[in-house]
């Protein structure tokens, strides 16, 4: 078990200067859905698959709809939900209003259990070729 990384090589602008830099970067392993976790999950607790669906369907709807009323919703073993918006600065008070908020979102931090799993993963190098900045996992080839 191991977050796995790859060698990116990419162009950035520091200064008005292009330099040209080469980063460590995720190399990102299978994507979990909620079916496979289910499943995990039913394999290691007395609970049923179809249990464990119910109450992810569940916990999404009920985050989703304290963080959309302005609730911070703290789960102790996985960790905390924000609500968050984005906004513009403008001159005066008088012109902070909704159409100065530019989109809402939702932040996550993780408990200090969770943090540390994370923490402690070992890196392991995925491929020894360098990418270039324009190669993504999740572009096809003609695009």
Same mark, same amino acid.
């Given at each position: ?19 040209? !830099?080469?980063? &460590? ?6 994507? @979990? ?8 999950? /039913?394999? +290691?607790?007395t609970a049923s698959k179809s249990d464990v669906l119910l109450l992810l369907s569940a916990l999404e709807e009920r985050i989703g709809f304290h ?22 600065? !403008?001159?005066? &008070? ?6 100065? @908020? ?8 993780? /408990?200090? +259990? ?30």
């Amino acid at each position: 078990m191991s977050i796995r990384y790859k060698k990116k090589h990419q162009k950035v602008n520091h200064n008005g200067e292009v330099k040209e !830099v080469f980063i &460590a970067k995720v190399a990102y392993g299978s994507y @979990i859905n909620a079916m496979s976790l289910a499943q995990e999950i /039913s394999e +290691t607790t007395t609970a049923s698959k179809s249990d464990v669906l119910l109450l992810l369907s569940a916990l999404e709807e009920r985050i989703g709809f304290h963080i959309a009323n302005g609730n911070v919703v703290k789960l102790e073993l996985l960790g905390t939900f924000y609500p968050t918006i984005r906004a513009v600065a !403008v001159d005066s &008070a008088d012109k902070v209003n909704q159409f100065s @908020i530019k989109s809402k979102g939702v932040r996550f931090a993780p /408990s200090a +259990t969770f943090k540390d799993m994370v923490a402690k993963a070992p890196l392991r190098l995925a491929d020894r070729r360098v990418f270039n900045a324009d190669t993504h996992p999740m572009k096809k080839k003609n695009e």
